[in-house]
């Protein structure tokens, strides 16, 4: 199975909302991520986990908090977004020692009101 | 920032023709990925090549890597209609820190 799997596909939330995305992979990969990515834009690195630990924060915003419960697991939980964080939000996961590709998941849509 | 800059930026060829992309980028790296994206989906991993590597093949793609220009190409010969998606490179700088850095992409249209 190499696929990574991404819920919901589509995510309308106001700004006072709390909302969570969820990622999950059975590739038995070790290091997961989070990019955020705009229309005609790349993929933005937001955050990496290796071994369920948090080793990279991009300078993320706190309204944006990773949670990592499990090898398997990958959440990204949403507080009070602002309209300019709408956009595609992408989970990735890999092998930690490289140089090994990422396998990435669909994306959720995500649309801040 | 470390962000590569590809060109052409978009690119529309007839079906059947070689389309070739670069990707140029700014610090040393250890290995340069392609990865192709169709419209608004998730990234698929093309082709890995390493520092040390000049030439990669697979399948119907070349990749080459200049590191003395901080350069690399893909080739997609005998182009196909699903070939059509924007085309990405990614520079990984740092074993071990699982970081990737995407250039700034290509968008490919095969005319059929």
């Known amino acids: 199975d190499t696929e990574v799997t991404q819920t919901p596909k589509h995510l309308v939330m106001g700004m006072t909302n709390k909302k969570s995305l969820k990622c999950e992979q059975h590739?038995?990969?070790?290091?997961m991520y989070w990019y955020k990515q705009k229309a005609k834009k790349p993929p933005e690195l937001m955050f990496v986990y290796s071994y369920e630990k948090l080793s990279i924060n991009e300078s993320v915003p706190s309204r944006f908090s990773p949670e990592c419960p499990n090898s398997s697991l990958l959440n990204l939980h949403l507080h009070a977004l602002q309209p300019e964080d709408s956009a595609l939000y992408l989970c990735?996961?890999?092998?930690?020692?490289?140089?090994?590709?990422?396998?990435f998941g669909p994306g959720t849509r995500l649309t801040v009101t | 920032s470390q962000q590569g800059e590809e060109d052409p930026q978009a690119l529309s060829i007839q079906e059947g023709e070689n389309a070739t992309m670069n990707c140029s980028y700014k610090?040393?790296?250890?290995?340069l990925q392609w990865y192709r994206q169709n419209s608004g989906r998730g990234l698929v991993h093309l082709i890995l090549?390493?520092?040390?590597?000049r030439e990669k093949h697979s399948g119907r793609l070349r990749v080459t890597l200049d590191t003395s220009k901080k350069s690399s190409s893909l080739l997609i010969t005998a182009s196909r209609a699903a070939d059509t998606a924007s085309y990405f490179c990614?520079?990984?700088?740092?074993?071990?820190?699982?970081?990737?850095?995407f250039g700034t992409g290509t968008r490919l249209t095969i005319i059929p």
């Open positions: 590739m038995g990969h070790r290091a």
């Open positions: 090549i390493r520092s040390n590597e």
């Open positions: 990614a520079t990984e700088a740092n074993f071990g820190n699982e970081k990737l850095t």
């Open positions: 990735a996961s890999s092998q930690v020692y490289g140089p090994y590709e990422q396998y």
């Open positions: 610090t040393s790296i250890n290995n």
